[in-house]
């Protein structure tokens, strides 16, 4: 299955912004649905965004209107734009392939003052 490896996480005060990516081994133009998913401390992992091979995106309602997932097939790279970070938003990321059912390591995305 593709290799997916996640960066851009860190710490990030209230109301700022955290740029996250998804760098694959092999081409995802042929991959109809990537996403990103999260996971807080003591929840279930959840759907934050989903985008289809052209481009579609699909959000999580605790996230619309914060967020913006894109993919460039030609760099076979996924990202996550996140603006307005609420501490609620603190998880842990993770890019997954829908289609392959491969998921990334995660990265750590932690909001706090």
């Known amino acids: 299955q593709v290799q997916l490896v996640e960066s851009g996480g860190g710490l990030v005060q209230p109301g700022g912004s955290l740029r996250l990516s998804c760098a694959a081994s092999?081409?995802?133009?042929?991959?109809?649905?990537m996403g990103w998913y999260r996971q807080a401390p003591g929840k279930q992992r959840e759907l934050v965004a989903v985008?289809?091979?052209?481009?579609?995106?699909n959000y999580a309602d605790s996230v619309k209107g914060r967020f913006t997932i894109s993919r460039d097939n030609a760099k076979n790279t996924v990202y996550l734009q996140m603006d307005n970070l609420k501490p609620e938003d603190t998880a842990v990321y993770y890019c997954h392939a829908v289609d392959l059912g491969s998921w990334g390591q995660g990265t750590q995305v932690t909001v706090s003052s």
């Open positions: 092999g081409s995802i133009g042929s991959i109809t649905w």
């Open positions: 985008i289809s091979s052209g481009g579609r995106p």
